[in-house]
């Protein structure tokens, strides 16, 4: 079938597997065109289909020739329904390693269940018998809490009082106002059940307790900060509380792994177009603005060059790893640069419709959001049939 970009506001509802396919094998040069990394061998990645989980997939395999178990929940094509593109980035990831004579299985279901969990510790005791790295890179809406089947869901929302600030549809260019009422009732608490540290606990508690983890190991979730003109609706919100809990859980868990010699860390990473974030109001007007000033400066990163430069710069250089002040990694040092700050505030304040194709970079902004369903990808012709069934060699 020909298959074409269809959106309903921040969502893609089709996904071409050709460009998830490129997309995928882009990726995979850039690691290998920046050299071997001296990393982990045997790396869990949970939540690995997109984002920086896909990223933090690759470059474990093509930056160290790790062995790779890839955890997500994603949707099979059937024959005149496209699969999700999370799913046709696996089939690419899998194809490409398999080529390498790397090792790369795959597990597709919920993550925060006991079952799939349970399937994990299966295939590591068969295939793999330790992990040294384990990657923490979730982001679902809503989880059904594995001990007690109760259903949680996560709002983006401001705490204490109603938020006003400007946004922009990526679609139109036309940047608005726009009000977002604060957290009420347990919408706190839920988004934090959901986004907090609990489920990367019990991923760690599950695999220490079948003696899954190496002597040294190591897990690393992420986690972002932002500027102040975004502070209110996402780091003084309700996310902002679930990383607060996700930052946390990590000191958590660095003293659960004393006994292995093993560390626990958060990444703290760079604004970038994700299913996620194109969620979260004013943040596409945000990064439109921020894309502009970086590109210019020549700064700018991707999920994959954000991951391959934790990897090589922060979490495998031989030295003791740098951390701020509250224990965490920061790879969004370029972006929270004092003079990239500086003028994304003032092009900020005088962002309109008008001047927004200009000051800010929307093109860039538009493009990374079709990519990520494997559209507007150079060098795919979308004129073309393709086969919308694609298999994931590994699961079954």
């Known amino acids: 079938?020909?298959?074409?970009?269809?959106?309903?506001?921040?969502?893609?509802?089709?996904?071409?597997?050709?460009?998830?396919?490129?997309?995928v094998i882009n990726q995979i040069a850039y690691v290998k065109s920046k050299g071997k990394i001296d990393g982990a061998k045997k790396v869990l990645v949970i939540g690995a289909s997109t984002g920086f989980?896909?990223?933090?997939?690759?470059?474990?395999?093509?930056?160290?020739?790790?062995?790779?178990?890839?955890?997500?929940?994603?949707?099979?094509?059937?024959?005149?329904?496209?699969?999700?593109p999370g799913f046709y980035n696996t089939a690419a990831f899998e194809?490409?390693?398999?080529?390498?004579?790397?090792?790369?299985?795959?597990?597709?279901?919920?993550?925060?269940?006991?079952?799939?969990?349970?399937?994990?510790?299966?295939?590591?005791?068969?295939?793999?018998?330790?992990?040294?790295?384990?990657?923490?890179?979730?982001?679902?809406?809503v989880r059904t809490h594995p001990n007690t089947g109760k259903r949680f869901k996560s709002v983006l929302k401001p705490i204490g009082g109603v938020f006003s600030n400007k946004t922009v549809d990526f679609h139109t260019g036309n940047v608005s106002e726009i009000s977002i009422d604060p957290a009420a009732g347990e919408d706190v608490e839920n988004t934090v059940t959901v986004m907090g540290g609990e489920d990367w606990k019990m991923w760690m508690d599950a695999l220490k307790a079948e003696n899954l983890?190496?002597?040294?190991?190591?897990?690393?979730?992420?986690?972002?900060?932002?500027?102040?003109?975004?502070?209110?609706?996402?780091?003084?919100?309700?996310i902002g509380a679930?990383?607060?809990?996700?930052?946390?859980?990590?000191f958590t868990i660095s003293e659960d792994l004393k006994s292995l010699g093993g560390s626990a860390y958060v990444s703290v990473n760079k604004a970038l177009v994700t299913q996620a974030s194109s969620a979260i109001p004013v943040i596409p007007l945000y990064i439109s603005l921020l894309y502009k000033i970086m590109k210019t400066k020549g700064i700018h990163e991707g999920c994959i060059e954000q991951i391959q430069r934790l990897y090589s710069e922060r979490l495998y250089t031989g030295d003791e790893i740098s951390l701020d002040d509250k224990g965490r990694i920061r790879i969004d040092d370029w972006e929270m640069r004092e003079d990239v700050q500086a003028e994304v505030a003032t092009l900020w304040k005088n962002a309109t419709t008008e001047n927004l194709t200009e000051i800010g970079d929307l093109e860039g902004y538009s493009t990374d959001f079709y990519n990520l369903f494997g559209f507007k990808v150079p060098g795919v012709d979308y004129d073309v049939d393709v086969n919308e069934v694609v298999n994931v060699p590994s699961i079954q």
Do not use: W
């Open 1 to 23: 079938m020909i298959i074409e970009p269809r959106t309903r506001g921040f969502i893609c509802l089709t996904s071409h597997p050709t460009g998830c396919e490129q997309n």
């Open 53 to 84: 989980g896909l990223a933090s997939r690759i470059t474990s395999a093509f930056g160290s020739d790790a062995a790779t178990i890839g955890v997500f929940f994603d949707k099979p094509a059937t024959a005149g329904r496209p699969g999700s």
């Open 242 to 250: 679930a990383k607060d809990h996700l930052e946390a859980t990590a």
């Open 95 to 141: 194809q490409q390693a398999t080529k390498a004579g790397l090792y790369a299985k795959s597990i597709n279901g919920d993550a925060f269940s006991n079952e799939i969990k349970d399937q994990v510790v299966n295939l590591i005791k068969e295939d793999l018998g330790q992990i040294d790295l384990v990657i923490y890179s979730l982001a679902s809406p």
């Open 213 to 238: 983890l190496s002597d040294g190991a190591t897990t690393v979730a992420y986690s972002y900060i932002g500027p102040d003109v975004t502070k209110p609706v996402y780091r003084n919100g309700t």
